[in-house]
């Protein structure tokens, strides 16, 4: 699929991994929390040769993420 197609498109991405772990302080009494990675959500920016490059704003802030295509599931494009 040519995704350069896209590019300045909105994209809501399903991730292939539903879950994810994030680690607080190595103090015993802290537990693993255990959260979902269902979307990732952004404008395409760029399109590589092994993933997406997605851009969002949240609080203000402007970040960039990328998503393997290994990852990806489906996408519904806006």
């Known amino acids: 699929m040519d995704w350069t197609k ?23 009494s802290e537990h ?17 040769e092994d993933g997406l490059l997605i851009e969002a704003k949240r609080d203000e802030i402007t970040f960039q993420t990328f998503v393997p295509y290994s990852s990806i599931k489906c996408v519904d494009i806006y």
């Open 6 to 28: 896209f590019i300045g498109k909105t994209l809501n991405i399903t991730m292939l991994e539903n879950y994810g772990v994030v680690y607080g302080n190595e103090v015993k």
């Open 32 to 48: 693993s929390a255990f959260y979902e990675i269902v979307f990732k959500t952004g404008k395409l920016v760029e399109a590589f």
